[in-house]
């Protein structure tokens, strides 16, 4: 039965071919259109470590004290970063799974060939559970050891790309590498590793960045040698001693913080800490406010730092408007095409078909129409992908990508709504009274 | 024309007439939202910078092999010799960022030095005394920094600046009652008093979440002594393309030990402008795109269910002409007809599209929209619904009175 009515339905598709392309590129562009910006929205919403983002926590600490807060915009949230006394006051009480300050810098590697340029890489300083904590995969070795923080050492994790310039790309754990003049030894090299927003430093990336990190080095090893911070700095007040010492003994904030907490549990007892932290620092004098922390997941943390451009979505929400509107479009055109065929819908039920068999009929035609217009859909959301890249930021466009998931969303989004919009105009067919249409006739 | 026989005949038709409205309701509410932020988008795009941006070149300068901050001095001021000597060039100076660059620092500037309560944001440039030249700031009142005043700052040094040179924005904000120049303000623990103010000057952010002190700049008398300067470079007019293509081999010959991209290391001002307002001018065709579209489906949508309306109705058509109605009877019924659904889509439309603006300001805060845009909107859709209906009511009205005759 299906097989005839694909066939009335072509049939009566090539009677009105206005009226069908009409409706093809009505869905195809409503499709497209949310599909494209979809897209987007889908690449700078996305989850940037799926299988554990429920269990990293950012701790926010108020060292800034209340009076810091009431410029525009201000939602009493302490700073989104930490000076120097508290992070390191909290890796020493070391109350979380894994947990890692990190900062960043902007070392100089010099290739070991002579006559090679200096190179300036990206990069951040970290403790050793970052590695744990953030999955970072590694091609070669591994990270480096709790103890290695403990004694300063000098080792390196090394991005595969600064692998292939330095070592042509083979194992080179173990081998030594020169960052800003001194001499640290390579212990792990990582696979590509670009995880985008990158979720460990919002506050210094703002989350999305073309830029990637080629080293990371003990924390405290950077402090030793004075490798001082490159990403941002946010003072309340001007430090009182100038350098890098100064900053380090500032109010500055300069530094990001995560932890890895397993359970709800662990989670309530971290931030129990984290309170039980400040009240302390408020008898001993430090703060004289009460505690005011956050602890937020990764993905309330993402959100509480806007990572998502608010432009993404709204693009997306006038964009759906968009498919709204071509779908009431095509609900119109529908109800004209069924019902200017009332006299073959009155022969039809006069000879014995159910009203089910009409409903049939043109739920396939209304289908038929989504699949085209899917079809279509799907060729536009290929051009507006390699057209976004055109409009948006390159940082967010070049995240947009057409993969088999999108292609079947495209065309089910495009069947399924075209098929919604016909219900009622099948409604109405299915309605039609034989014995009217056969009277005028 | 008689309203109420086409009120009577759209009873017939009331699911067509109802999607149609509908359709026309939907399009205003959201065509209304996107025109204003087009609008919006358009205006950031147009906004002065304060500086003087034809026959503007800025170089983004890398030091290689992490230099101190006397190497770094010494040969920023070898390259500012070699910049001044290259022909072409008219003036140059060296400083952290300019306007719309997207990178710079934020101090806060306020009457006390005490910066733990809230203070006003400022932007800080660092320059010489060649600055105001270079970007062809006004100078308003007071006077420039002099040679002498111009000190060095290297990371996380102190700044304490003696002298400050603020723009009329900022000055009016701090001093909204009397003259800035000769006033003290605290950008640090010591005071720092106002020698000059300029006319307009953006901060190097366009982000609207900035828009509120963007024109609060501040200029600082040092040079900065980090691992990157950027070189502001005033060329003779004319010649920008020509300074353009020589100025980094230049840099190259003079010291190889720095780094300038191939990519963006030189562009010009045009150029930072263009980057900076990349994701406004996208936002505004992305919405242009989809109102476009928007509109040609709803007009669309209107020529084919008119179309069907009219060929539905040939028979009645034709025993109006044979009863005496003229073609222009039967056309400006369809138009009138095409009206009054109109007008029922752009009075919900309207409603909607005010909904829809409450609710964007809600979420992302956007501005309050202003009525203009629902009128356009409205004038819009209205002229698109006649302009789509006229097609099939043409032929409407030359359907012939013999029609009236014919059985089918």
Redesign the interface.
Same mark, same amino acid.
């Given at each position: 039965m299906l097989g005839y009515y694909i066939d009335l339905a072509i049939r009566s598709l090539k009677r009105s071919p206005?009226?069908t392309l009409?409706m093809i590129?009505?869905v195809g562009?409503?499709v497209a259109?949310s599909m494209v910006?979809y897209s987007v929205f889908r690449a700078v919403s996305g989850d940037p470590i799926p299988w554990k983002s429920a269990q990293l926590y950012v701790p926010q600490i108020e060292m800034?004290?209340p009076?810091?807060?009431?410029?525009?915009?201000?939602n009493g949230d302490p700073p989104d970063a930490m000076d120097y006394t508290d992070a390191i006051a909290l890796m020493r009480d070391h109350r979380a799974r894994y947990q890692s300050a990190m900062y960043m810098i902007?070392?100089?590697v010099?290739p070991a060939e002579a006559g090679k340029?200096?190179i300036?890489v990206e990069g951040h300083a970290v403790f050793n559970e970052f590695f744990p904590m953030t999955d970072a995969p590694f091609k070669y070795g591994s990270g480096w050891s709790a103890s290695d923080d403990d004694q300063r050492a000098a080792v390196a994790v090394i991005s595969e790309k600064l692998n292939q310039k330095l070592f042509g790309g083979a194992n080179s754990v173990g081998k030594v590498v020169d960052i800003?003049?001194k001499d640290y030894r390579v212990v792990g090299v990582l696979n590509k590793w670009e995880p985008q927003p990158r979720f460990y430093d919002v506050s210094n990336t703002g989350g999305f960045t073309t830029n990637a990190d080629d080293v990371f080095i003990p924390f405290m090893r950077a402090i030793d040698v004075d490798m001082?911070n490159?990403g941002n700095?946010n003072?309340?007040?001007?430090?009182a001693q100038?350098?890098?010492k %100064? *900053?380090q003994l500032s109010s500055c904030i300069w530094i990001s913080y995560m932890v890895q907490l397993d359970s709800a549990a662990q989670a309530k007892a971290y931030k129990d800490y984290l309170d039980g932290y400040a009240r302390e620092q408020q008898r001993s004098g430090r703060f004289s406010w009460p505690p005011n922390n956050r602890l937020r997941d990764l993905h309330a943390w993402l959100d509480a730092e806007h990572v998502v451009?608010?432009?993404t979505?709204?693009?997306l929400?006038?964009?759906i408007?968009?498919l709204?509107?071509?779908l009431?479009?095509t609900? %119109? *055109?529908l109800?004209?095409?069924f019902?200017?065929r009332s006299n073959e819908i009155g022969v039809r039920r006069a000879i014995g078909a159910p009203r089910s068999a009409i409903y049939a009929q043109f739920l396939v035609e209304a289908g038929i129409v989504g699949l085209s217009g899917g079809v279509l859909g799907l060729l536009l959301t290929g051009v507006g992908i390699h057209g976004?890249s055109w409009?948006?930021?390159k940082d967010i466009a070049n995240l947009a990508h057409l993969d088999v998931q999108l292609l079947l969303l495209t065309l089910i989004v495009a069947v399924v709504s075209t098929m919604l919009a016909g219900i009622?105009p099948t409604y109405?067919a299915s309605r039609v009274q034989p014995a009217w249409q056969l009277k005028s006739? | 024309m008689q309203i109420r026989p086409i009120l009577a005949t759209l009873r017939y038709h009331k699911?067509?007439t109802l999607?149609?409205a509908?359709?026309i309701a939907?399009?205003l509410?959201?065509v209304c939202?996107?025109l204003f932020?087009i609008h919006q988008r358009l205006g950031q795009l147009s906004r002065p910078s304060g500086v003087d941006e034809s026959d503007l070149l800025l170089v983004h300068n890398?030091w290689?092999?992490?230099p101190d901050a006397d190497e770094v001095a010494s040969m920023m001021a070898s390259d500012l010799a070699t910049l001044r000597n290259l022909p072409g060039v008219a003036n140059v100076y060296a400083t952290n960022t300019y306007p719309l660059s997207g990178e710079g620092t934020v101090f806060?500037i306020g009457h006390s030095p005490?910066?733990?309560?809230?203070t006003d944001?400022t932007a800080i440039y660092f320059v010489d005394d060649n600055a105001l030249a270079t970007l062809g700031l006004r100078l308003i009142a007071g006077r420039n920094f002099r040679p002498d005043e111009i000190g060095a700052s290297s990371?996380?040094?102190?700044?304490?600046p003696d002298e400050i040179i603020i723009t009329q924005a900022l000055a009016h904000h701090l001093f909204p009652d009397a003259s800035a120049v000769g006033k003290a303000v605290y950008l640090?623990?010591k005071p720092s008093i106002i020698i000059g103010v300029v006319g307009r000057m953006r901060t190097p952010w366009v982000d609207s979440?900035m828009a509120?002190w963007d024109e609060y700049s501040t200029l600082l008398p040092y040079r900065r002594l980090e691992?990157y300067t950027e070189y502001v470079i005033r060329t003779q007019p004319g010649q920008l393309d020509d300074v353009a293509r020589r100025v980094k081999a230049t840099l190259y010959a003079a010291n190889?030990m720095r780094?300038i991209s191939p990519k963006n290391g030189v562009r010009t001002f045009a150029d930072v402008g263009a980057q900076a307002y990349?994701?406004d001018?996208?936002?505004a065709?992305?919405?242009g795109?989809?109102s476009l579209?928007?509109l040609t489906?709803?007009g669309?949508?209107i020529v084919?269910?008119t179309s069907?309306?009219v060929?539905?109705r040939r028979k009645q058509i034709g025993v109006r002409r044979a009863l005496g109605a003229t073609q222009r009877d039967i056309l400006s019924y369809f138009l009138t007809e095409n009206l009054l659904i109109g007008v029922a889509g752009v009075i919900v439309g309207g409603v909607l599209a005010i909904g829809l603006n409450l609710w964007?300001m809600n979420?992302?805060?956007?501005e309050k929209l202003a009525m203009g845009y629902v009128v356009a909107g409205v004038a819009i859709l209205l002229v698109l619904g006649q302009g789509a209906v006229l097609a099939p009511a043409l032929r409407a009205s030359k359907v012939p009175p013999v029609e009236a005759t014919r059985s089918?």
């Open positions: 206005g009226l009409l590129l009505t562009f409503g259109a910006t800034w004290g009076k810091g807060h009431g410029g525009p915009g201000d902007t070392p100089s010099v340029h200096p300036n800003d003049g001082s490159d700095t003072c309340a007040e001007t430090p100038s350098g890098f %100064g *900053l451009p608010s432009d979505e709204v693009s929400l006038v964009a408007g968009l709204l509107v071509c009431v479009n609900a %119109g *055109l109800l004209a095409k019902l200017r976004v409009v948006l930021p009622y109405r006739n | 699911a067509g999607l149609i509908l359709q939907l399009t509410a959201i939202n996107a932020i890398q290689a092999g992490k806060g005490d910066k733990k309560t809230y944001s990371k996380h040094s102190k700044i304490e640090s623990r979440s509120k691992g190889r780094v990349n994701s001018r996208g936002m065709i992305l919405m795109a989809i579209i928007m489906i709803t669309a949508g084919g269910l069907f309306w060929g539905q964007l979420q992302f805060e956007m089918v």
